[in-house]
């Protein structure tokens, strides 16, 4: 048997071993009935499961409209995932576009986000995306957001330079100014170490959650959200709704390996620890539609020698990817369209890399480093990751990659960049502002793809509205955005769109409850 | 906007219209808790809910343990979607291979089986599969079941010849003898017209079901799970669990397309009208585990001009994929290795046909036709699908072919036949018996992909019982096999394994229940 064979196999013992200890603390039913709810510890207009970009946006907007909100987060700290993802984020038909003269439109952009998404991308959902993104990114700068100005960078996949690139260099550039905000407007109660167990239901409508309080996240058992049982619990109403925006399940062991058995326990990931299904599953429960999600995503742009997200990711990207190339280290050759999206990325890096760690090399020369943002080269050079050579045949001999095919497929490039078309593997070459591989000093990385993002998940209407297996209409009182919703996507996201995605419908989310309070 | 994005417009329109008088029938809770429950109707120790493949082998195995058997049936006859399959089956290391000199393995079918399904596979149950398959096909033997003997059909994206030709035709090979078996041997009670409505539950487990007598289906209706309110309803108590044998989703319109937006409501089925996504979304709703729902495969051999399976499939399949050869008619040149799995050559079939119904012709010579089952050539003839010409010009005319470069193709072709090997689309020839395109008559056919299984379902383990997300332990009375399960097939099944999986997975259904009651 081949080791994944084995891994798979160990997956559905492990399951076993755990067995006896989970099955005595299940739930009976999907839900609690709000008629065996003695009394509600607490009453909120509208309760916000998980404090990322869609938690934060949508507890932002309800509470402006006066509406009590209480926003939950069963980490210690706000942010979620969101907090460390790269940040920049995607706006077709922008100013700084219009400034620039880029050509953009709602339908390219959607055609660019179903190239990647093999189709099957819900466009009524990226529809409202591209309809809205700008008051997203107004939302966000007017509560202290800050993009390098008059900048638009050309991200993997998209057609154009379309996204915004934030200051902060990772999404921490919305999450603290965006809780500095709220904690200034001071409307919206927040609980960190709050842990969301269940819905309360009246017949098919949610009117509450049942949550701990003190509840402290442990990555160390096989699973958190079966296993742990920390916190105190607490039984509160929801008068107008719930709010999921609990993120994403890259770091759910099981979860993840049950929609694809090739991710096993050891297979990293880009997240943070707390990214589990448990949310997602509970919704399940009640009816909320499941939508394509059996779709993982891998990060294309990630270091073998660093954990998780690391701090290398930008460079290897923005750099290497963006302006630079990477070769096979056995060939020296290249061997994909750098620029293409991230599947199409990451299944080529899974060829060459194999099962004996054949980590490919990227490449970016001085002139690169200089242009791109300064943070994302200084730490993976103090890191390591990144290591910089006087000369191209030093970095050859570093990684032992053959000298003279390395020397020739950078010669070439170099003529592709010249002539603006790449007849090798079709790479976009129109945005590369005459940057290419020839001034020293050289700087080279590994690459190896990380799980970053499933695809899937609720499926929701244009209003953010969670829609029901049992109806096919929307669940009353339940709304979701971000990575816990599925469709947007499609069977793989294009770079920055995630972050416009949770934002918009985090905000689409607020919006309606401030309808309703209106009403 | 293209047609498509209207398409999914409407789909989204369409539920909010047909909204009101559905959302009233919505029950509460997932499953119905055993406590209301005032009194049963009746009793058994099993209760099977389907009646194709999965669950005549469950009923069947239960009962000859003694077990009181119920087996129920929403449509006004037995035998659910595999009654009409093509009904070949796969059993890799069989006796008439081994007769044969054809060396199999399990790890080759395994290998054969990942490769068309990405990766994604579940090995274990594959390897249930291969170890079980001889008695399954020993079992349905016994039953009445009839192979065309010492043959075994070297079926698209296997590696070798496996797979059994069932003497009838279609999948009625099985449902008919195991049917007539049942009835003789008296001993399972059989209901048709009666509809699954829910579940019973005590806490978490399964204790019975709820249904309809007196159901008559309507595919009038937009979903007949949700509209369709005829029969009488019921209460069933399963005393040792509920096998769930209900089939796929193929005919669902809004489930399918959920999954993948691409597939619209005008879009064919080859399945019957009744496979719908009623029993697997119930069972979502008691906690058992979704897997890789977003998965449906299309038949890459049906024809656009009959509606539905149609009566041309076989002939397609045996006579031009397995022996003769799929040209596009604009080009008359071939455009994919005709022998491929289902995925890649509906994938290419797609990609030919675009937007302006462009179907390719698949052709077959005397020999070809003279060698096949003749029953897979006189139904299409005899409706026209097929049509018979004198000469390979001939051909050619009718379908608008460029002629020279036909003739040139199939020139080459036979060239590739002879000589053994495939140099513009690597088919395997090694099966091929001499055969080519050279003896007239000479028979042409259109071709085009229509949805024929869905990979997803629930999540089981070896023993059949079903995954819950709550424990990710088997829910306790609950047990699945057939197409409402998720993961033997990955992302898309090979031909002729649906068939042993869901015989297999049946019958190891009902030995669990069998070595319940010896214990």
Redo the contacts between chains.
């Keep these: 048997m081949s080791e994944v064979?084995l891994a798979?196999?160990n997956f559905?013992k492990t399951?076993?071993a755990?067995?006896a200890a989970?099955?005595a603390s299940?739930?009976?039913?999907?839900?609690i009935?709000a008629a065996t709810v003695k009394k509600y510890d607490e009453e909120f207009d509208v309760v916000v499961v998980g404090s990322g970009f869609a938690g934060m946006a949508c507890a932002l907007k309800a509470s402006r409209a006066g509406l009590k909100v209480l926003m939950i987060e069963k980490m210690s700290v706000v942010g979620g995932n969101s907090a460390i993802c790269g940040g920049n984020v995607a706006c077709p038909v922008n100013p700084v576009q219009k400034a620039q003269n880029i050509q953009d439109s709602k339908e390219l952009f959607i055609k660019d986000c179903l190239k990647d998404g093999l189709?099957?991308?819900?466009?009524?959902l990226l529809g409202v995306i591209a309809d809205r993104c700008n008051d997203t990114i107004k939302f966000v700068e007017e509560c202290g957001a800050e993009f390098v100005p008059n900048k638009m960078l050309f991200e993997a996949g998209h057609s154009v330079p379309r996204s915004y690139e934030i200051k902060a260099g990772s999404g921490s550039g919305y999450i603290n100014p965006m809780f500095a905000t709220m904690k200034k407007e001071g409307k919206v109660t927040v609980r960190t170490r709050c842990k969301f167990d269940d819905f309360i239901?009246d017949?098919?409508d949610v009117v509450g959650i049942v949550c701990r309080e003190g509840y402290r996240f442990n990555a160390k058992l096989q699973?958190d959200d079966?296993e742990n049982k920390t916190g105190k619990t607490k039984y509160i109403r929801a008068k107008m709704g719930v709010m999921l925006a609990a993120g994403g399940f890259s770091r759910d062991i099981?979860?993840r390996q049950?929609?694809?058995?090739?991710v096993v326990p050891s297979t990293d990931s880009t997240n943070q620890p707390g990214a589990t299904?448990g949310v997602l599953?509970k919704a399940?429960?009640?009816?909320a539609?499941?939508?394509?999600?059996?779709?993982l995503q891998f990060l294309p742009y990630c270091n073998p020698r660093e954990k998780g997200f690391g701090v290398s990711v930008n460079f290897t990207n923005h750099a290497c990817m963006d302006f630079g190339i990477v070769v096979d280290r056995k060939t020296g050759k290249r061997f994909m369209d750098e620029h293409a999206g991230r599947k199409i990325k990451a299944d080529a890096l899974f060829a060459v890399i194999g099962n004996d760690e054949n980590y490919p090399i990227a490449v970016a020369d001085d002139a690169i480093v200089k242009a791109i943002n300064p943070s994302f080269v200084k730490l993976p050079l103090e890191m390591g990751t990144v290591k910089k050579f006087n000369t191209l045949e030093e970095l050859a001999d570093f990684y032992k990659i053959p000298k003279e095919a390395f020397l020739e497929q950078v010669k070439k490039f170099n003529g592709y960049v010249k002539a603006g078309e790449d007849p090798e593997f079709h790479r976009n070459l129109k945005f590369s502002n005459g940057l290419d591989v020839s001034k020293a000093p050289f700087y080279g990385i590994e690459v190896s793809p990380k799980i970053h993002h499933t695809m899937?998940g609720v499926?929701i209407?244009e209003k953010a509205q969670v829609?029901?297996?049992?109806?096919?209409?929307p669940i009353k009182g339940l709304y979701a955005g971000g990575e816990i919703t599925g469709?947007v996507h499609g069977a793989s996201r294009l770079g920055t769109v995630a972050v416009i995605d949770a934002l918009t419908f985090g905000m689409v989310a607020g919006e309606e409850f401030a309808k309703m309070a209106k009403a």
Excluded: E
């Design positions: 064979s798979r196999r559905l399951g076993a755990a067995a989970l099955m299940a739930a009976a039913n999907a839900g009935p189709g099957i991308n819900y466009t009524n239901m017949g098919d699973s079966l099981w979860f049950v929609q694809d058995p090739r299904a599953i399940l429960g009640i009816g539609t499941p939508v394509q999600l059996c779709w899937g499926m209407n829609i029901s297996t049992k109806t096919h209409q469709g």
